[in-house]
């Protein structure tokens, strides 16, 4: 196995050098923790997200998909709890620093005493419970009556509508509803590039049961969201099931298990999968005083289902995808930096670089990568020798690259370049793109296991 090189300073420079992800509002000295995402970025995630609905509703009969909006009826927020019970443990330095810092991070670096302020040793105020909502008004009248929420969470928008949904969808559980957008929640410190921030997307899961069922259903989704991440490649040696203790537990959750990788920072989530029980359904249903129970057709058993809520971040997933496959090796004496995505992530899928700028194989090489396009994200690359323009490929982790030469002129061959093995081979122009295509399509490992 290769030793790891990564960090997390490695990746945000590599990020904003080939313009994955940079500092938003850069032009007026950036608005803090808040990121942009460019075209390698933009592609990269969008393609976490397509594998994450390939998986979770295109090859499943029993889930259905949903977009509900990020403005929300207030008393949502009343039902969910959010309002009450969605805060941080504020602290502030009452030193010279004056820094505000999560008292309960702050206990688990200092697990005995008085905590301290971490920057300058100060001592810090009371905590105090700091609502994680962000507010804003609805209308043009800004007073207490239009005040509404940004949603800190996707999950309220699936079950406000679970009646809607169930009634359309024709379905009764075990089901599931799939949403995929952003949420937002005033973090009292973000931090760790796009790990955590202000802004960010969540694509959650709101699977619905049988009471009696749901332990079981916990259980078969810890293992389908744990395989997920391990068929698209990441380690699964950087890769852990923990389980919440009593103190951790959120307001709804009666049990919650994380899914962590192993960050440059240590340990951290990834994807929280919680038993939520009937609560958020019930809590709706008190609040609103619409029915949400289900009558068992079969049986005639009526009940509250109970919700398994599998709940992953997009950005964060793309970090971990990022980091997991950073990597950098000598190749005859020069440094080369590469990810070694999976073919099925990588934003570009295959690059084609006609050898010389001119004997007619740009030209050549411009109709090849036009029929390439038409099937998978490709890229023609004219610019600088060809080293440099593998380089370039590397560092943004196109898995092919497909060089038109001299012999292409003649015999229509062109050379297939594999980003890991380095291997070249020659194939009939005809030919790349079932190839690629088969190369997608099959399964995958890391070759940083090797
Ligand atoms: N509906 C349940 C819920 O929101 P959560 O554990 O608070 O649970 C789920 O969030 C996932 O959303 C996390 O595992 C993480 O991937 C992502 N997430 C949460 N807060 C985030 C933040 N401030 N920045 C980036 N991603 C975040």
């Not at 699977?207 to 989704?221: D, L, Q």
């Not at 001119?358 to 036009?370: C, F, I, N, S, T």
Request: aromatic share 10%; with cysteine.
């Amino acid at each position: 196995m290769t030793p790891d090189a990564v960090t997390m300073d490695k990746i945000v420079s590599l990020c904003k050098r080939r313009g994955f992800i940079f500092q938003s509002s850069e032009i007026y000295g950036g608005l803090a923790s808040t990121y942009d995402y460019g075209h390698y970025g933009v592609l990269l995630k969008s393609n976490v997200k397509s594998e994450w609905w390939r998986s979770n509703v295109q090859q499943r009969d029993d889930m259905v998909a949903l977009d509900a909006a990020i403005l929300m009826h207030p008393r949502t927020w009343e039902a969910s709890g959010h309002l009450e019970g969605f805060t941080d443990p504020l602290v502030q330095c009452l030193g010279e620093c004056k820094r505000r810092w999560r008292a309960d991070h702050l206990r688990e670096a200092q697990p005995e005493g008085e905590l301290k302020c971490p920057v300058c040793g100060g001592e810090l105020s009371e905590p105090r419970n700091f609502n994680l909502m962000f507010e804003t008004h609805m209308g043009p009248v800004q007073d207490e009556g239009s005040r509404i929420y940004l949603r800190p969470e996707t999950a309220q928008g699936i079950f406000v509508n679970f009646k809607n949904v169930m009634q359309f969808a024709r379905k009764k559980p075990p089901f599931g509803i799939a949403q995929v957008g952003k949420s937002f929640r005033n973090e009292i410190t973000p931090g760790n590039f796009i790990f955590r921030t202000r802004e960010f997307e969540q694509m959650e899961i709101e699977f619905f049961v049988a009471p009696a069922t749901a332990g079981e259903w916990h259980g078969r989704w810890m293992e389908d969201r744990m395989r997920w991440y391990t068929d698209l490649g990441l380690r699964a040696d950087h890769l852990q099931l923990r389980e919440h203790g009593p103190e951790e537990l959120s307001h709804y959750s009666s049990a919650t298990s994380d899914i962590e990788y192993l960050f440059p920072m240590g340990w951290s989530e990834l994807e929280g999968i919680a038993n939520r029980g009937d609560f958020d359904l019930s809590q709706h249903a008190e609040y609103s005083r619409e029915k949400m129970d289900f009558v068992d057709p079969g049986t005639g058993e009526r009940y509250v289902p109970h919700v398994i809520e599998p709940s992953a971040g997009a950005d964060r997933g793309t970090l971990a995808f990022m980091v997991d496959a950073y990597d950098e090796e000598q190749v005859e004496g020069r440094e080369r930096v590469v990810l070694r995505f999976h073919p099925r992530l990588a934003p570009v899928k295959v690059a084609v670089l006609p050898l010389v700028n001119k004997d007619g194989q740009p030209e050549l090489a411009r109709e090849v990568y036009e029929d390439l396009r038409a099937r998978m994200s490709a890229e023609f690359d004219t610019g600088g020798s060809i080293g440099k323009r593998y380089r370039r490929q590397d560092e943004i982790g196109t898995p092919w690259g497909v060089t038109v030469d001299h012999q292409t002129m003649e015999d229509r061959t062109v050379t297939l370049r594999d980003r890991d093995t380095l291997d070249q081979t020659r194939i009939a122009i005809g030919e790349v793109g079932d190839e690629l295509q088969r190369r997608l399509a099959a399964p995958w490992r890391s070759p940083k296991l090797d």
